[in-house]
């Protein structure tokens, strides 16, 4: 079992930055996939982004140049650079995590991960 732990959202103006981090902890032995994903109200779940643990990174188009997602793997952390937030950013974000023996693994597929981590409200006001 892995137990992922997000922080650092919160009430942000527009054009302001947020750092997200969700921390694993358990079974950090595998290896993992990591992604992030946010809901809005009254909306689905959408993918943001994603890195593997070679440190290959997929973003989503609507937060290219402004989002940035790494990690620690020493650290079993991942990060969510969020800059130029804007209003359509308000959502509650979560990560997620898919181990690397999982071969059906893909970076937008919210069913390809194993695990998840409680979301953390990102609120960006104009």
């Known amino acids: 079992q892995v137990q992922l732990v997000v922080s650092g959202g919160g009430l942000v103006q527009a054009g302001a930055s947020l750092t997200l981090s969700c921390a694993a902890s358990g079974r950090t032995s595998f290896n993992y996939n990591m992604g992030w994903f946010r809901q809005a109200p009254g909306k689905e779940r959408e993918f943001v982004a994603a890195?593997?643990?070679?440190?290959?990174?997929y973003v989503a188009d609507f937060v290219k140049g402004r989002f940035t997602v790494s990690s620690d793997n020493a650290r079993s952390t991942m990060y969510l650079q969020m800059n130029n937030l804007e209003p359509e950013d308000t959502a509650v974000y979560s990560c997620?995590?898919?181990?690397?023996?999982?071969?059906?693994?893909?970076?937008?597929?919210?069913?390809?991960?194993?695990?998840w981590g409680q979301g953390t409200q990102v609120t960006v006001s104009s």
């Open positions: 997620a995590a898919s181990p690397t023996f999982a071969f059906n693994w893909s970076p937008q597929d919210a069913d390809t991960y194993t695990y």
């Open positions: 890195i593997t643990w070679t440190s290959r990174t």
